[in-house]
Each structure stands twice: as structure tokens, then as C-alpha cells.
């Protein structure tokens, strides 16, 4: 694994778990439910995406 992915994932995963307490402050009624359900939209989508990419790059 190169050096520029695993920063990448790195700062996916510091977003990932600001996203996560969002989305849990957003569940508990101390954000407006639309924050979590916008959130839950984009952990949908990056998943599909690094899913697509890691069968990409195995496929090569």
C-alpha cells in the first residue's frame, strides 16, 4: 500500500468519525435529523465508492 493512500484513508477516517458523532448527535435530537440522514446518504455512497476502487486496483 503506497504512502498516499494510507494518508488518504487516514483523513477518510478523521472524517468518518466526525461524520459518526454528527450522526449521533443528530439521532439524539441535539441536531436536526436531516444532518444524520444526509450523513447516512455520503457513508452509503463512500462506501460503494472504496468498495469499487479496492476491486478495481485487485483487478489490475
Given at each position: 500500500?503506497s ?21 449521533t448527535?443528530g439521532l439524539?435530537?441535539?441536531?436536526p435529523f436531516?444532518v444524520?440522514y444526509y450523513?447516512t446518504i455520503?457513508m ?8 469499487a476502487g479496492a476491486?478495481f486496483?485487485?483487478?489490475?
Open positions: 500500500m504512502m498516499e493512500r494510507k494518508t488518504a484513508y487516514r483523513m477518510l477516517l478523521f472524517l468518518v468519525l466526525i461524520l459518526t458523532a454528527a450522526y448527535l439524539a435530537g441535539l441536531l436531516r444524520s450523513i455520503f452509503l455512497l463512500l462506501f460503494v465508492v472504496l468498495r476491486r486496483s485487485t483487478a489490475i
